[in-house]
Structures are given as C-alpha cells and as structure tokens.
C-alpha cells in the first residue's frame, strides 16, 4: 500500500507552460516535503509545509491539510526544470522523524 | 547554501564483503539519516540518529546494517556483509531540527557484483 501518491507519474511539457504536480497522502502528517532529483541522482528539498503555500522563483507549494493534497507548481517552465519531482511526508506523532516518499514525477520540458 | 557530502561518489565491492559509507552532515543540524534508492524505484528511509544513538530505523535496516558518528563531523553507515541487493544509491541528509528542512548529500552510487 502506497501512503503516497503522485500525479502524473511522468509529464512532458513545452517550454513556457504552467505545470502542476500532485501528492496525494493517507495519514496524519506533521510536514510534507517537495524535493527534486535530477538524473545524476542528487536530492535537493525545494519545500517543506506544514500548512498553506510557499513560494520561492518560479516554483509555488500548496498544502491542504484536511484533504491530505499538495500540489507543487512551476510557471514559466523551462528545459533545466527537467528533473524528477518527489513528494515525500513526514508521519505525525511519535518518534518518527523519516521521510516516506512517493515514487515521483518524471517532468521533461522541450524548447 | 549549507551541503551534506557523502564519500565516495561510487563504490564497487564484492559480494561478502564489508562497506563504509561516509557523510559529513551539515554543522550545526543535529538530526542524520540514511537512505536508499534501488534502481529505478523510489527512495527509501533506512535509519535516523539523533544524540548519538539511532532513534527509528525501518525494516530494511537489519542486523547487516550499523550507523556510527565516531566524531564530531563524520556519520557513517556500514553494511557487514554485502549482498547483490544491496546495490543502490544511498543518501545521507541531515536536518536542524525536527521542524528543519531536511539536506541530502549527493548520494554514493553502490554496486556489489
């Protein structure tokens, strides 16, 4: 059983577009990160919520926390936003502090 | 901006035999973890340490595997006996706090043949 789920699992898009990526999770949580891998395999964290909305660039971050959604969105996108997008969430309660990650989206933006 | 740095970049060792890898978490974070990422599936959370003893670790961190942070900058994850399906990529990250964003080291890239 998935606790998280991304949508789409891979997107491919026209330099420009806006995109949206979703993550859709089924427990409690006490914060939800939004992280990037590019094909080299490193792991940068884009965001980290808790409630409401982030933005930094071009990127913006949305949490509904009764719904259990959050979505990541990229304006103006461009060929080196190509990366994987992984949504991963940290268990609310406990002693748990790890990440538990979704499987990620495959984004690639064409010129 | 702060980096985590893992060593080496990619290890290739035998079957049995005993690996280290290394981390050197950012300064002042107080939280470090392990995880890994098979070939094409999604990342994992293996273990996290904080105040110098491992403070949740999953089912996949088993008696093969050991966390140490013999001083002040290093954390280390060894794996006694390695096995074919330990071949992966395995990610340090380390956070402030428990509120903190976490940090992830570029990964080591290993390969057990």
């Known amino acids: 059983k998935n606790e998280v789920e991304q949508s789409p699992q891979n997107l491919t898009a026209q330099e420009g577009e806006f995109i949206t990526i979703n993550c859709s999770y089924s427990?409690?949580?006490?914060?939800l990160h939004w992280l990037q891998q590019h094909p080299g395999g490193g792991i940068v964290s884009l965001f980290m919520l808790s409630s409401g909305k982030k933005k930094h660039g071009r990127l913006i971050a949305t949490i509904n926390i009764q719904e259990k959604h959050s979505s990541l969105h990229i304006t103006a996108s461009h060929p080196r936003d190509s990366a994987v997008y992984i949504c991963?969430?940290?268990?609310?309660?406990?002693?748990?502090?790890?990440?538990?990650f979704g499987k990620g989206t495959h984004l690639i933006i064409q010129p | 901006e702060p980096e985590v740095t893992q060593t080496p970049s990619h290890q290739v060792t035998q079957m049995g035999q005993e690996v280290i890898l290394r981390c050197v978490p950012i300064?002042?974070?107080?939280?470090f973890y392990w995880y890994r990422q098979i070939l094409g599936q999604k990342v994992e959370f293996l273990v996290s340490?904080?105040?110098?003893?491992?403070?949740?670790k999953s089912e996949i961190f088993d008696d093969q595997f050991s966390v140490e942070r013999p001083d002040g900058s290093n954390f280390t994850l060894k794996i006694r006996s390695t096995k074919l399906e330990d071949s992966a990529m395995y990610f340090c990250?380390?956070?402030?706090?428990?509120?903190?964003?976490?940090?992830f080291g570029q990964g080591t890239r290993l390969t057990v043949v």
């Open positions: 991963a969430i940290i268990y609310s309660g406990g002693g748990a502090d790890g990440l538990t």
């Open positions: 300064s002042n974070h107080l939280y």
């Open positions: 340490f904080y105040n110098n003893e491992i403070s949740e």
């Open positions: 990250a380390s956070r402030r706090d428990r509120q903190g964003r976490a940090f």
């Open positions: 427990v409690g949580i006490s914060a």
